[in-house]
Nanobody, 126 residues
Framework: QVQLAESGGGLVQAGDSLRLSCAASGRTFTNYIIGWFRQAPGKEREFVTAISMYGGTTWYADSVRGRFTISRDNAKNTVYLQMNSLKPEDTAVYYC???????????????????WGQGTLVTVSS
C-alpha cells in the first residue's frame, strides 16, 4: 500500500510557475501509476495528468498540455508537477492519486482510483 502527501501549493500571479510534489510512502512505488487531479471552487474534480510506473509514458488533459509537466523520481518515491504559465483558471486544490498499473483510462479520466492525497491549494491571481 502507498500513502501520498502533496506539497508545494501557494499563491502566485498569472504567468508564474510553481512545482508541486507528491511524496509516497511504501516500498512498492514503482507498481503505481501516479497522477494529479484538481478541483476548483464550485466545480467537479478533473483529471490533470498522470505518469507511468517508470516515467516512460505521460498523459495530459488538453487544458494543461504544453504548460504542465509531470515527472517522477523513483529513487525518492516522489512525483512532481511543474506548472508554468499559470492562469487564474488553474486555481484549485490539487490532489495526487495512485493506481496500480496498467493504465486504465476509464478509471483515470473519472477519478475512480484507490489512493489519494489530502490535496494542496494553488491560487493564481490575475
Amino acid at each position: 500500500q502507498v500513502q501520498l502527501a502533496e506539497s508545494g501549493g501557494g499563491l502566485v500571479q498569472a504567468g508564474d510557475s510553481l512545482r508541486l510534489s507528491c511524496a509516497a510512502s511504501g516500498r512498492t512505488f514503482t507498481n503505481y501509476i501516479i497522477g494529479w487531479f484538481r478541483q476548483a471552487p464550485g466545480k467537479e474534480r478533473e483529471f490533470v495528468t498522470a505518469i507511468s510506473m517508470y516515467g516512460g509514458t505521460t498523459w495530459y488533459a488538453d487544458s494543461v498540455r504544453g504548460r504542465f509537466t509531470i515527472s517522477r523520481d523513483n529513487a525518492k518515491n516522489t512525483v512532481y508537477l511543474q506548472m508554468n504559465s499559470l492562469k487564474p483558471e488553474d486555481t484549485a486544490v490539487y490532489y495526487c492519486a495512485a493506481e496500480a498499473g496498467p493504465y486504465r483510462s476509464t478509471r483515470w479520466l473519472v477519478g475512480n482510483l484507490a489512493l489519494w492525497g489530502q490535496g494542496t491549494l494553488v491560487t493564481v491571481s490575475s
